[in-house]
Nanobody
Framework: QVQLVESGGGRVQAGESLRLSCTYS???????MAWFRQAPGKQRVKVAR???????SFGDFVDGRFSIGRDDSKHIVWLQMNNLQPDDTAVYYC?????????????WGQGTQVTVSS
């Protein structure tokens, strides 16, 4: 079956960096990949998206701090997060598949926790 498995979450201090990775596999076409996050009591929001054409896009709150990329030979998509702040504390989800809708692509990972302390 289709699987997306995140890794790289953890606890950091404000100003530090983390790199999240997601390995994707299974009988699906991963035209595009994205990362979403959900903080306690808030809706899930898009953090970054890498479209089928390879064009990246980011949530407004990213403000140039994050980057996204993929390595199709290894079936990995990554999210590099720099200058993390306490407001970045959330569960981060890997997302991918053939079809983009406003709520994301078709498939989701289980999520990885990122906690940023001040």
């Amino acid at each position: 079956q289709v699987q997306l498995v995140e890794s790289g979450g953890g606890r950091v201090q404000a100003g530090e960096s983390l790199r999240l990775s997601c390995t994707y596999s299974g009988p699906a076409t991963f035209h595009g990949m994205a990362w979403f996050r959900q903080a306690p009591g808030k809706q899930r929001v898009k953090v970054a998206r890498l479209s089928h054409s390879g064009r990246p896009s980011f949530g407004d709150f990213v403000d140039g701090r994050f980057s996204i990329g993929r390595d199709d030979s290894k079936h990995i998509v990554w999210l590099q997060m720099n200058n993390l702040q306490p407001d970045d504390t959330a569960v981060y989800y890997c997302n991918g598949g053939p079809t983009w809708r406003n709520s994301g692509y078709d498939y989701w990972g289980q999520g990885t926790q990122v906690t940023v302390s001040s």
